[in-house]
C-alpha cells in the first residue's frame, strides 16, 4: 500500500514562510506527477502547483511568483516553499500524485491526508 505522508503545516503570520513536505512510502518503482492542493472551508479543493518527474512545473495564478514547488526524487518527496503567505492561504493542504507504479500494479490519483496551514493577519 502506498501512502503520502504530509508535514510542514502550521500557523504563521502573514508574509511569513512554510515549508510543507510529502513523502511518498511503499514499494513504488516510479512516480508521476506530484502536486499540491489546497481546500479553505467552504471552498473547493484546488490546485496550488504541480512538478513533473522531469521537474517542470506548473502554478496557480495566486500563488505564482510566492510559493516553489520541488521535488527529491531520490527520497520521493515533494516540497512547497511558501513565502510572502497571505490570510487568504489558509487551508488544508493535499499532497497528490498522479501515477504510481508498484509492485502491485499501476496506482492512481494518491492522496495524504492534509496539512493545516493558517495565516494570521
Known amino acids: 500500500q502506498v501512502q503520502l505522508e504530509e508535514s510542514g503545516g502550521g500557523l504563521v503570520q502573514a508574509g511569513g514562510s512554510l515549508r510543507l513536505s510529502c513523502a511518498a512510502s511503499g514499494r513504488i518503482f516510479t512516480i508521476g506527477a506530484m502536486g499540491w492542493y489546497r481546500q479553505a472551508p467552504g471552498k473547493q479543493r484546488e490546485l496550488v502547483a504541480t512538478i513533473t518527474s522531469g521537474h517542470s512545473t506548473h502554478y496557480a495564478d495566486s500563488v505564482r511568483g510566492r510559493f516553489t514547488i520541488s521535488r527529491d526524487n531520490d527520497k520521493r518527496t515533494v516540497y512547497l516553499q511558501m513565502s510572502s503567505l497571505k490570510p487568504e492561504d489558509t487551508a488544508v493542504y493535499y499532497c497528490?500524485?498522479?501515477?504510481?507504479?508498484?509492485?502491485?500494479?499501476?496506482?492512481?490519483?494518491?492522496w495524504g491526508q492534509g496539512t493545516q496551514v493558517t495565516v494570521s493577519s
Open positions: 497528490n500524485v498522479d501515477r504510481l507504479t508498484t509492485s502491485w500494479g499501476p496506482q492512481y490519483d494518491a
